[in-house]
Each structure stands twice: as C-alpha cells, then as structure tokens.
C-alpha cells in the first residue's frame, strides 16, 4: 500500500513536471517564432509578419497571446488575441537571458509568460532604455495544462486503485490457495485429536510434506515412548508383586505375631504398587494423540458387572450418558475412575445408585455418580479423599480407590468432589475432558 502510494506520487509529480516543460518549451518556440517573424520599420516601430505566427494568436481570448512593448515603456503591441488586454506579469525570474512568470488574463485566465529583451540594429549589450530595445512576451493559459495535469492524476488514481484491488485479491488468493495444505494438516491433526485416525494421511505438497512427515514420526515417537514406559512400569510392578507373594505366602505359612506383621506391610505395600502404577500408566497416556474414549459402552459395562457383583443384595444401577460423548483419553483410565466411584456406590447403597453423565459448557463433561446410602458429611467427605483413609474397616477395600481416582482426573486437567445426592446418600462427580 505504501509503495504503491509512493509510487503514485513520483509519477504525478514526474508526469506534471513534464507537462510543465513541455508547455514552457512551446511558449519558448511562439516566443523565438515571434521574434524571428518581428522586422523594425524607420519609425522604431516593430511589425510582426503573422505567416510565421501560431494561429491561435489571431484568435480573440484563445489562450495564446503575445505582448511587444518598448524597454523604456510606453504603449505596448498586443496580439488580437488579447483584444483590449494587456499583460502585467508577476513574480518575475530571470535565467539564461529569458525570464518567466505569471500574470492575469481576460476571461480571469491565469497565464504562464516568458519574455525577452531584443535589440534591433544595435549590439545586444545597449543601454536598455535605447528605443530600439523591445520586450518581447508570450503567454500561455495554464487551465488547460491544469486539466491535463487533472486529468492524469484522475486516471492514475482509478488505474492505482484497480492495481491496488487487484494486488489484494491476489494475495487473498495466494493466502487462500497456499495456506490450503496447512489447514489440511490442521485438519489431520484435529482429526488425530479426536481418535479418527493415527497419523496425518493424504498427499501434501512438496514444501508441506517434510512437515507431515516430521510430525508422524514425532507422534510415533511419542507414542513408542509412552509404550515403553507402562511397559517398565508394569515389569516394575510385576518384579515387586512376585517378592510379596512369596512373602505373604510364607507369613500365611507360618502364623505368628511377626506374620501378622509381615502381612500388613505386604498387603499395605501392594496398595502403594498398585497406587503408583496406576498413576504413571495415566500420566504417560494424558498427552498421547488419538486418545478418544466413548463413555456410555463403558458406564453400561461397569454396571453389569456390579450388577452381578451386588446381585444378592438387589442393587439397581441406572445409567444416563448420551451416545456421542467421548472421553478425551485412554479406556482404561475411564474404566479406572468411573469403576471405582460405581464400586464404592454400591458397597454403600441400600438399593439404587445413579449415573450420569453430560456435557459441561467449554471442554469438559460431568460424571455424576449417586447412591441412597447414609451419605457424609462435610468433614468426612474431605477425609475420603485421603489416600488410603477408610472411615468404615467393615467394608471391604483398600482405601485408596477414591485417591486414585483423584490423582487420575487431576492429570487430565480434571477434577472430583463430593456433595448430597437427590438419592439421600452420596454424590460424587468426576470433571474430565471431551472431544468434539
């Protein structure tokens, strides 16, 4: 936009300083026709010979006008175009024997004048007031060069303006067109995101593709890595299990003061594993591309199992989840926390638990499970959240169910808390990421 501004303006003003010159240089040739056509008479008078005169002199008011008047002053010879004017020129300059200026019109005409000293029969370096020595005068109406000048920049502007319209639609063509395969990989990418596919898939062009293929070798990479990691993890878990079960064995073999103390560091150290590797296989597959989880066939399988688990004591479990929500991670991770929540519901239920899941406004979804149990209150529901804290040893578990299902939504970016169900018992609602 500013080179094209800029550009404007040198050709206005180059095209207006020709113009000009022009226009001096054809009162130049009328001036130098004019003093070759002019001839002395014995009087001192000087007679023109019209023959050798531009036409437009002999035109009244034609814009063209020519003034011969004495070096020592005195009624001046006028061309008929001037009629009854005469020239009185203004802000005169003088370069090279030739000097210039502007003077008013007829007709409220402004004239460019250029104007010479002659001599006639004498050497040109006579007293300036002998009376053969004329001033000779041409002027010139600038209206229309002020037209043409007009005229120009019109056009110019008009022509810039095409250009200027022209050069944006081709870079909102360029940008359209060329960023086209950039948004193709955003698209792949969303696409990857969302668990619709692994890797980014087409043709791109050539200066794209290095880009695509870096970024399928980084998610490779990524998940190669995550790969290994739960791999070591679960070598971890799997070589410290084997020492606990022998111990807990031989403690089972022989009873004992010092079994039962064995037996309670087995069983809390065996908590602890199963703790730590449940939080490092959840936080390797947070970040992992591609993670997408639907949430009702997972809800609708935990609770057929319990289902099946309770089934002596008539629990009922509903289960609410639109069809289309997905979870933003990996099924084992949801499996994880919806099961531990379902599980502690119905250990605590006298016959109904409830859940629910829904799409929370942003990226996030809500799981809500609830019982008609006794419920807690305000003080106990910060106590459960507590790792490894039981409040009641005459139900079954390891106490450290809800604090994993904590630690496991807090790496999603999400979050658990407790409150009065509608049932009479407890509430307690997961926040976890959603796609789409």
């Known amino acids: 936009m500013v080179g094209l501004a800029a550009g404007g303006y040198l050709l206005s003003n180059s095209f207006t300083a020709t113009v000009k010159d022009n226009f001096d240089t054809q009162l130049q040739v009328d001036l130098d026709g004019m003093i070759a056509a002019a001839e002395p008479d014995a009087n001192g008078a000087v007679s023109l010979n019209e023959r050798y005169l531009n036409r437009r002199f002999a035109r009244a008011y034609s814009g063209l006008y020519w003034q011969i008047e004495p070096a020592e002053g005195g009624q001046p010879k006028i061309s008929h175009s001037l009629l009854d004017h005469t020239l009185h020129p203004q802000d005169m300059q003088e370069a090279g024997g030739v000097w210039w200026g502007y003077a008013d019109g007829p007709e409220n005409q402004k004239l460019r004048v250029l104007g010479r000293r002659v001599s006639f029969g004498i050497s040109a370096t006579a007293d300036p007031h002998d009376a053969r020595v004329?001033?000779?005068m041409v002027a010139g109406d600038v209206s229309a060069l002020d037209g043409e000048i007009e005229e120009f920049n019109g056009t110019l502007f008009w022509a810039f303006g095409v250009l200027f319209a022209g050069f944006v639609l081709a870079v909102f063509l360029q940008v359209r067109i060329g960023l086209h395969p950039l948004r193709r990989v955003q698209e792949s990418l969303a696409r990857i995101r969302s668990g619709a596919a692994q890797r980014l898939e087409g043709d791109f062009p050539r200066e794209i593709a290095p880009l695509a293929a870096e970024l399928n070798s980084l998610i490779e990479h990524s998940a190669e890595v995550v790969g290994r990691a739960r791999t070591h993890v679960s070598n971890l878990a799997h070589y410290l299990k084997t020492p606990l079960t022998v111990l807990a064995t031989e403690a089972e073999a022989n009873p004992g003061p010092l079994a039962d103390s064995v037996h309670r560091q087995v069983t809390a150290m065996r908590r602890q594993v199963d703790h730590y590797l449940t939080r490092a296989r959840a936080a390797g597959a947070v970040n992992v591309l591609g993670n997408r989880t639907p949430v009702a066939p997972v809800l609708d399988d935990l609770a057929r199992v319990l289902r099946r688990i309770h089934a002596e004591r008539g629990i009922t479990i509903e289960v609410a989840c639109p069809p289309d929500l997905c979870f933003r991670g990996e099924r084992q991770?949801?499996?994880?926390?919806?099961?531990?929540?379902?599980?502690?519901?119905?250990?605590?239920?006298?016959?109904?638990?409830?859940?629910?899941?829904?799409?929370?406004?942003?990226?996030?979804?809500?799981?809500?499970?609830?019982?008609?149990?006794?419920?807690?209150?305000?003080?106990?529901?910060?106590?459960?959240?507590?790792?490894?804290?039981?409040?009641?040893?005459?139900?079954?578990?390891?106490?450290?169910?809800?604090?994993?299902?904590?630690?496991?939504?807090?790496?999603?970016?999400?979050?658990?808390?407790?409150?009065?169900?509608?049932?009479?018992?407890?509430?307690?609602?997961?926040?976890l990421p959603v796609l789409g």
């Not at 929370?360 to 507590?386: I, K, N, Q």
């Not at 999400?414 to 009479?424: D, I, K, Q, Y």
């Open 134 to 136: 004329y001033k000779f």
């Open 333 to 431: 991770d949801l499996e994880e926390m919806a099961g531990n929540l379902m599980d502690n519901a119905c250990k605590w239920a006298r016959r109904s638990v409830a859940v629910a899941a829904a799409r929370e406004p942003g990226a996030s979804f809500r799981l809500t499970v609830e019982d008609d149990g006794p419920g807690l209150d305000a003080a106990d529901r910060a106590r459960v959240m507590e790792r490894g804290e039981r409040l009641d040893e005459s139900v079954p578990g390891s106490g450290l169910g809800l604090s994993i299902v904590r630690d496991i939504s807090k790496l999603y970016g999400g979050g658990m808390e407790f409150g009065r169900a509608g049932l009479g018992g407890l509430s307690a609602v997961l926040t």
